[in-house]
Nanobody, 125 residues
């Protein structure tokens, strides 16, 4: 069993930066692909970014490419989402998620087995 806990959310002005962290418990973190999703008010939860278990590949939704960077530190059992040049439309609750397996290919909610509780990111204009 893996438990995920996000942190690092907050209020930031447009153009600013935040770094989200996702701390994982359990011994199998290094074998999991990790991802970030977000859910804005009144909208469905959507895929943001994913990273393979061995840092070999990443995958991003087009709206964050060039602004967000997903990374991980396996010895620390932690995944990160560095968010730069934030826009008001990035405002959402951000969730980290994990799935057994190597690939960063998967972008669907049902593709991931483990979820954190979410952290709020608010970008003011």
């Amino acid at each position: 069993q893996v438990q995920l806990v996000e942190s690092g959310g907050g209020l930031v002005q447009a153009g600013g930066s935040l770094r989200l962290s996702c701390a994982a418990s359990g011994r199998t973190f290094s074998s999991f692909a990790m991802a970030w999703f977000r859910q804005a008010p009144g909208k469905e939860r959507e895929f943001v970014a994913a990273i393979s278990w061995n840092y070999g590949s990443t995958n991003y939704v087009s709206s964050v490419k060039g602004r967000f960077t997903i990374s991980r530190d396996n010895p620390k059992n932690t995944a990160y989402l560095q968010m730069n040049s934030l826009k008001p439309e990035d405002t959402a609750v951000y969730y980290c998620a994990g799935r057994q397996g190597a690939s960063a290919y998967y972008t669907g909610l049902k593709d991931y087995d483990y979820w954190g509780q979410g952290t709020q990111v608010t970008v003011s204009s």
